[in-house]
């Protein structure tokens, strides 16, 4: 039996490795290069950020929503952050949950974290924010101050304290982004407990 000898082997093993080398380098036909042991991982099939869908024939309709999202485009409110639509909103809308202990128990624990910092806990404006500029906020129950409704702070309706969540209002930022629709329609139930004084 023939054996091979050390000066074959180590002229053979780099002359080995370097024509592997080269040849997964090479170009292939398809366009790619070298072997790929898991191709999803060098070409991903996901799609991009705000592309369109590729996967499906209808790339709108394709598949449902999922559950508590909206898709691209939807259009949540109808009012426009003008004061025609804050005045009208007030005029139209109302608050489509029942006012139960449970929903104004779910509105003030909204309330304890989107508002009271600001509004103060009692909705009376004494929140933990003392700016000068955002520290000026009349309380709720307030029967003085005329509004831009025409009417005071413990008579605004539904549809301005809604609208004033969504769109904000002075120096008060918009909440359309933080919270959804369902939950502005439970804060809204329990501003209008504050409107009490209670």
């Not at 909103?89 to 974290?113: D, R, S």
Request: with cysteine.
């Amino acid at each position: 039996m023939k054996t091979v000898s050390t000066k074959t082997l180590l002229i053979a093993i780099p002359f080995l490795a370097i024509s592997l080398l080269f040849s997964s380098c090479s170009n292939n036909d398809d366009g790619k290069t070298g072997y790929e042991f898991m191709p999803d991982m060098y070409r991903s099939p996901s799609l991009e950020i705000y592309s369109s869908n590729t996967f499906f024939e209808d790339s709108l309709n394709a598949r449902p929503s999922v559950a508590g999202t909206m898709p691209r485009g939807f259009v949540a409110f109808d009012y426009e952050n003008t004061l025609e639509d804050y005045i009208l909103a007030g005029k139209e809308l109302k608050n489509p949950f029942e006012n139960t202990e449970e929903n104004v128990e779910k509105g003030k624990q909204l309330y304890q974290m989107f508002c009271a910092h600001c509004h103060g806990k009692n909705g009376d404006g004494k929140g933990s924010i003392t700016h000068p500029v955002y520290g000026a906020i009349p309380s709720y129950s307030d029967d003085i101050m005329i509004r831009r409704t025409g009417g005071n702070m413990n008579t605004l309706a539904d549809g301005n304290i809604y609208h004033a969540i969504y769109y904000g209002l002075n120096a008060m930022g918009p909440h359309n982004s933080q919270i959804n629709d369902t939950e502005r329609w439970l804060i809204t139930m329990y501003v209008k407990e504050l409107q009490k004084g209670n």
